[in-house]
């Protein structure tokens, strides 16, 4: 079986404040932390006992995990082990990164975003630097607030070409013609990002070849599709594998609407769907 599982656990916690974020400075008990240690080694576990499966994860925690250091863990163990052709986590880089020379850097890649206001530049822009001369696969990104332009600006001129810079659109703004051109001067992908896009009764691949786990292991098509397809641990969800429409009006988040048969994006990021790095920066 070939599927790619988009892992989200209970942690909720993160280091940073950013105003658009609900779970900004949220912290987790010790009672919380440990549920959620445990419930990761319990899917690291089941990952590493599927030998006979070709596995990508991409760690999508509400919380920042790369602070946690059974998240660093995880993404090494599991980027050493065969049936895992890639492992991926989103990231604020707030973390320390010498854990990364345990890693296979074949297999483990970072989908990681700036903030301004939350970490100096100087600090983000070095841990970058640090990234590339590990020879980390890693994208980079901010949300495309007016206020971040010149700091998106300032990140272009300063990554190395090969390091793609994504703009995400900020929830619920409208952009001008001027203004999305002065985003997709930065990231010529952002008109996917720049609107919604329709989805009711159109073919995806969540479901089929993707699907969401949380914590307990229940797993869903997709993060916002609420329908449960049974348990990753008991297997109930093999069977409920299958092609299907998204029922929903529309999909406004790349980790969703990436895996949309209707549009490219499995070709543009041939190789980087997990870490959103297009292909023509892929093969680097």
């Known amino acids: 079986m070939d599927l790619t599982l988009l892992y989200r656990g209970p942690l909720a916690s993160c280091d940073y404040d950013c105003p658009y974020c609900p779970f900004a400075k949220r912290r987790d008990s010790t009672e919380q932390l440990r549920a959620d240690r445990a419930a990761l080694e319990r899917f690291t576990g089941w990952v590493s006992d599927r030998t006979d499966d070709r596995l990508a994860v991409l760690f999508t925690p509400w919380g920042e995990g790369l602070v946690r250091s059974w998240y660093r863990r995880a993404l090494v163990d599991l980027s050493r082990l065969p049936q895992v052709r890639r492992v991926a986590i989103q990231t604020n880089l707030s ?96 008109a996917y990002s720049r609107h919604p896009h329709r989805s009711a009764g159109l073919p995806c691949r969540t479901g089929e070849s993707v699907v969401s786990v949380d914590g307990d292991g229940t797993v869903r098509r997709c993060h916002f599709v609420p329908d449960e397809l049974g348990n990753l641990y008991d297997g109930t969800y093999r069977q409920a594998l299958r092609p299907r429409a998204c029922p929903l009006a529309v999909c406004d988040c790349h980790i969703g609407y990436v895996h949309l048969e209707s549009l490219p994006l499995y070709d543009v990021f041939a190789g980087g769907v997990l870490e959103r790095i297009p292909a023509r920066q892929a093969g680097r």
């Open 95 to 190: 973390c320390r990164t010498d854990w990364l020379a345990d890693a296979d850097r074949d297999t483990l890649a970072l989908w990681c975003t700036y903030h301004p206001g939350q970490t100096p530049y100087d600090r983000f822009l070095g841990t970058c630097r640090d990234l590339v001369a590990r020879g980390v696969r890693f994208s980079v990104g901010i949300v495309g607030f007016p206020e971040h332009l010149e700091h998106a600006r300032r990140l272009r001129a300063e990554l190395p070409a090969h390091v793609y810079l994504w703009v995400n659109a900020a929830e619920g703004r409208t952009y001008t013609h001027a203004e999305a051109a002065e985003w997709t001067e930065l990231d010529p992908l952002f």
